[in-house]
């Protein structure tokens, strides 16, 4: 089956800008999970989102937002965008499996804001 | 909150010998713990789960295990190659949180011919 679909796979920003990420889950996953991966920071946990539904959010500032389609697809946003929120924004397509998560990454996004 | 470490110096190693990696976590016993390989650029790829009820799992030349008691969790390649060579990244977390996943910040293997 195909994977995870993320894209763009690069983009630049100007601070105070906003973007918007997007990724096509596995088909028949119904889970889609953000994270943000830093040097620093390592990949941290943004938001997941079930059945169009949020269902678990990370400590992130209200500027990252994130919506889920009837067809899975997601999509997150980053408004007024700082010069910190350059990282690579992964997405996971979901499966859980008797409690258990399984979690299969996209690519990424590599977003770097100037 | 949980609180995840993981070798925070890069491992260097020789080609063929045996790669130990280590996860210490804080805090909660987590449900399962998970190791991913990460080459740059990619995200993210799954390689091998241990349940907390195991000590130890093994899948071609990877071993887990799994130490409650001391909050440890060590992988190790055994006939390292430079294909081994990426970033490797342990995730737990208890049952039934979704698609909610506490990564450690990853340990950079490098295996030299």
């Known amino acids: 089956k195909a994977g995870v679909t993320q894209t763009p796979r690069y983009l630049i920003k100007t601070r105070g800008q906003q973007v918007t990420l997007s990724c096509s889950p596995i088909s028949g996953h119904r889970s889609v999970s953000w994270y943000q991966q830093t040097p620093g920071q390592g990949l941290q946990f943004l938001f997941e989102?079930?059945?169009?539904?949020?269902?678990n959010k990370g400590n992130f500032p209200g500027r990252f937002s994130g919506r889920q389609f009837s067809n899975s697809r997601s999509e997150m946003n980053v408004s007024t965008l700082e010069l910190g929120d350059s990282a690579l924004y992964l997405c996971a397509s979901i499966e859980t499996r008797r409690g258990i998560t399984e979690a299969f990454f996209g690519q990424g996004t590599r977003l770097t804001v100037v | 909150s949980q609180k995840i470490e993981q070798n925070s110096e890069a491992l260097n190693i020789q080609e063929g010998k045996t790669a130990t990696l280590t996860c210490n976590y804080t805090n909660y016993s987590p449900a399962y713990l998970q190791w991913y390989r990460q080459d740059p650029g990619r995200g993210p790829v799954f390689l091998l789960l241990i349940r907390e009820n195991e000590k130890e799992k093994r899948k071609e030349r990877l071993k887990v295990t799994f130490d409650t008691t001391l909050k440890q969790s060590l992988f190790h390649i055994t006939a390292s190659q430079p294909a081994d060579s990426a970033t490797y990244l342990c995730?737990?977390?208890?049952?039934?949180?979704?698609?909610?996943?506490?990564f450690g910040q990853g340990t950079e293997l490098s295996v030299k011919p």
């Open positions: 989102y079930f059945s169009e539904t949020q269902r």
């Open positions: 995730a737990l977390d208890r049952y039934n949180q979704g698609g909610k996943l506490i």
